[in-house]
């Protein structure tokens, strides 16, 4: 048997293993049940200066459930699939529901809403990236790390190389009629070296390739020099004075500032009212640079699912639309308490708890080329790297150290580190002057570089 029908062979009999407990949840007296079952495994290596230093492998299958009976909700997960450990599973789903609280808000998606089929290929599973085994996983890491040590003589350390892959199959059985499973796996070395500088300082840096598929990962040489390169280049970093100028973050910071507008758009943060994006929709929140759709449905790419955690087939969300708000990402839940419909934005996670997500998140490109971004800043800070975690989701205070390079004449003239960079991220967003060409799927979300026009830099 091929390792792609053995595969599909195992989402079936999770569908089935799901569907048994969904049975005997709904005879047990419960009014909706919903089951999901995984399984998979996991290989994690990493070489450090030429030698292992650490192999993991681990498999893994389980259930998880929700059950509502009477508007009492609960949540029960297990990896014990004997039979006794089944009936104990099903058993403490329905007792724990019995001494729940009822939530008026509570249940499953709309009946008319649930995907029928059929449900979109998309290319999530890479057969080849399973049979990765622990040596060639060592040899891949090794490769890209000697590679980052070759690349010049300045590299002098490692903080390690890591390759690893991961690959498993899901289901998920509604009571209300869905029935539907895939599978999906995805690869990633990252290579981070060590570079000595003065003052016996060191400079760390790294980069990683991550794809789906095996054969779409950059090559560990490469991965390794270019590794070396984004390391050398912070030799000599230095702080500048505080000042007001324009910032523009590679696509790396510009992801995780995607992050925080997207940890602002969920259902949830708005019916809890912990977002500064409570009232918005339909109004302006960013420049008219800014479009960002929650798209689930690319072929290969890390967040895509042909349907979401409640069963609603999966559907492109345009979230903001040249700077307008368009919507918010609901799952059923918080639709209901936002008076609204669901945007097929679910996620189901391994205990059976439903709560809105992103899929593949992405700030849309343009045509401008990004190293005619950094060209077209006659001064200002490059930020390649961010550190902490000052970020206020109710207010949208934005706050974080950050190094870099300083721009002066359109070009890069000397590495800064030690700063800190801050404005307000419903400012920060209407400033946007500047986006990029270079967007590049290796998570699930992802921006290109784009530039602010001013923000505050704390130096010395």
């Known amino acids: 048997m091929s390792e792609r029908a053995r595969v599909e062979q195992q ?53 998880g459930m929700r059950i509502i009976k009477k508007q009492r909700v609960a949540l029960t997960s297990t990896s014990d699939l004997t039979p006794r450990g089944i009936d104990r599973f099903v058993a403490d789903a329905l007792e724990l529901a019995d001494i729940s609280q009822e939530d008026a808000f509570a249940g499953p998606a709309d009946p008319e809403l649930i995907a029928k089929g059929p449900f979109p290929a998309l290319d999530l599973y ?7 085994t622990a040596a060639q996983a060592i040899d891949i890491a090794r490769r890209g790390e000697q590679a980052a040590r070759d690349a010049d003589p300045r590299i002098t350390n490692s903080e390690g190389a890591t390759f690893s892959r991961s690959a498993g199959a899901f289901a998920l059985v509604l ?48 991965v390794g020099r270019e590794a070396a390169r984004r390391t050398l280049r912070k030799l000599g970093a230095r702080k500048v004075a505080t000042c007001e100028a324009p910032v523009v973050f590679d696509p790396d910071v510009a992801r995780s500032m995607l992050g925080l507008l997207g940890s602002c758009i969920m259902g949830s943060s708005i019916w809890r009212k912990s977002s500064y994006l409570v009232g918005r929709e339909g109004t302006r929140i960013a420049s008219d640079l800014i479009t960002v759709v929650d798209d689930p449905l690319i072929p290969r790419a890390p967040g895509s699912r042909p349907f979401d955690g409640e069963g609603l087939l999966a559907r492109r969300n345009v979230v903001v639309e040249q700077g ?34 992103t899929s593949n998140f992405l700030l849309q490109p343009t045509s401008t080329p990004a190293a005619e971004i950094v060209r077209s800043t006659p001064r200002g800070l490059y930020v390649t790297e961010m550190m902490g975690f000052g970020f206020n989701a109710v207010t949208g205070d934005f706050s974080r ?27 920060l967003l209407q400033r946007i002057d500047a986006v990029g060409d270079d967007l590049d799927l290796r998570t699930s979300t992802c921006s290109p570089t784009f530039r602010v026009s001013s923000m505050t830099i704390a130096g010395s």
Not at 49 to 56: A, F, Q, S
């Open 324 to 357: 307008i708000l368009k919507t918010y990402l609901c799952d059923s839940y918080s639709g209901r308490k936002l008076k609204r419909p669901p945007t097929a934005s679910a996620s189901r996670g391994a205990g059976g708890g439903v709560g809105p997500s």
């Open 11 to 63: 989402v079936e009999e999770l569908m089935e293993l799901a569907e048994q407990v969904v049975t005997r949840a709904r005879k047990g007296g419960a009014d909706v049940a919903e089951a999901i079952a995984r399984s998979g495994s996991e290989l994690t290596t990493k070489v450090r200066l030429g030698e292992p230093e650490l192999v993991e492998e681990a498999v893994h299958k389980g259930l």
């Open 175 to 222: 009571s209300g009629g869905f029935r539907g499973g895939f599978a999906g796996s995805y690869a990633q070395l990252v290579v981070s070296p060590i570079a000595d500088d003065s003052g016996d300082k060191k400079r760390r840096g790294f980069y990683f390739t991550g794809r789906r598929h095996l054969a779409d990962l950059d090559a560990p040489d490469a």
């Open 126 to 132: 890479d057969p080849s990236g399973g049979e990765v």
């Open 401 to 427: 150290g950050a190094s870099g390079f300083w721009i002066e004449n359109g070009e890069l003239d000397h590495p800064v580190s030690e700063v800190t960079i801050s404005l307000n991220l419903d400012e």
